[in-house]
C-alpha cells in the first residue's frame, strides 16, 4: 500500500463556505478564488500570482481572468494590491483572499442592481 500523495500549502486553499452560499457570484469567480486562495500564504493570507498564471490555471483568456478577478473584488472576497515596478511598469498584483466578504450587504445590493461592484482603489473599497 503506498502512502498517499503529500499536499502541500500551495496545491489546496481553503474556502470559506459563505462563498459557496454566495448567490451574487458566478460559478467561474467561484473557481477562481479557489485558485487564488490555493497561491495563498497560510498565514497571511497573501496570494501573488500574474493574471496570466491565473488565466492558464483556469484555462481562460487573461481579460476573463481579470473579469473574474474584478467580481471577487466588487463582491469583497479579495482585495488587490497593484504593484509598481521600479522602471514604472506594472509587476505581479498581490491578493488578499478574505475569509469572509469586506464588503457590506448594502454595498453588495447596490452593485448587484447596477451590474456593477464598488470603485475599488489599491484594496479600498469607496
Not at 473579469?67 to 488578499?96: F, K, M, P
Request: charged residues 25%.
Amino acid at each position: 500500500m503506498s502512502a498517499a500523495p503529500s499536499l502541500g500549502d500551495s496545491q489546496w486553499g481553503k474556502v470559506p463556505r459563505a462563498i459557496v452560499r454566495d448567490e451574487s457570484l458566478s460559478c467561474g469567480a467561484l473557481r477562481c478564488f479557489v485558485l487564488v486562495s490555493s497561491y495563498a500564504d497560510g498565514v497571511t493570507r497573501v496570494a501573488e500570482a500574474s493574471q496570466a498564471r491565473l488565466a492558464r490555471d483556469l484555462a481562460i483568456s487573461r481579460r476573463s481572468a481579470q473579469r473574474l478577478l474584478d467580481e471577487l473584488a466588487s463582491r469583497g472576497w479579495i482585495t488587490v494590491r497593484h504593484r509598481l515596478r521600479t522602471r514604472g511598469s506594472w509587476g505581479v498584483n498581490a491578493y488578499l483572499v478574505a475569509p469572509f466578504p469586506l464588503v457590506t450587504r448594502d454595498a453588495q445590493e447596490q452593485a448587484r442592481a447596477a451590474r456593477i461592484g464598488p470603485e475599488v482603489h489599491d484594496g479600498d473599497a469607496r
